[in-house]
């Protein structure tokens, strides 16, 4: 019998899979709840249009987990993002370099569903990264 953190976990891999890797924008219905609360990027809106900037920027980004932690509602995430900056990026046009960067994400899974996210990333190594020649 799974513990309700195994089943929170098999529920935050399988978004980030769909949604981030997959660029399933749709997937949000299927996987967060209907009182979702987006802490970082404001809305589910707003989750859906920060992802198709990276996805704009870097196309053939791909996010690998390194660690993930539950315990209760709560999984903590900690993962890296790799691609290639080939489109404008927050004003930024492409440069053609790669990225390597660590991000965190913090959800909470009630019933099945994500209803509360935060995140944060390492926007100073990107920035550098993004710059260098």
Not at 28 to 40: A, H, I, K, P, V
Request: hydrophobic content about 35%.
């Amino acid at each position: 019998m799974q513990t309700i953190e195994q089943k929170n976990i098999e529920t935050v891999t399988a978004f980030i899979e769909a949604f981030w890797n997959e660029s399933d924008m749709e997937c949000t219905d299927l996987f967060l709840s209907d009182d979702y609360q987006e802490l970082t990027y404001e809305s589910k809106e707003g989750l859906k249009q920060f992802a198709g900037k990276i996805l704009g920027a870097f196309p053939d980004k791909r996010y690998t987990v390194e660690e993930m932690i539950a315990q209760g509602e709560k999984v903590l995430v900690r993962m890296t993002v790799k691609g290639t900056h080939t489109g404008t990026f927050f004003g930024a046009s492409p440069t053609g370099n790669s990225i390597d960067v660590t991000l965190y994400r913090q959800y909470r899974v009630v019933d099945g569903k994500i209803a509360e996210h935060r995140g944060w990333i390492d926007m100073v190594t990107m920035w550098r990264q993004l710059q260098a020649s």
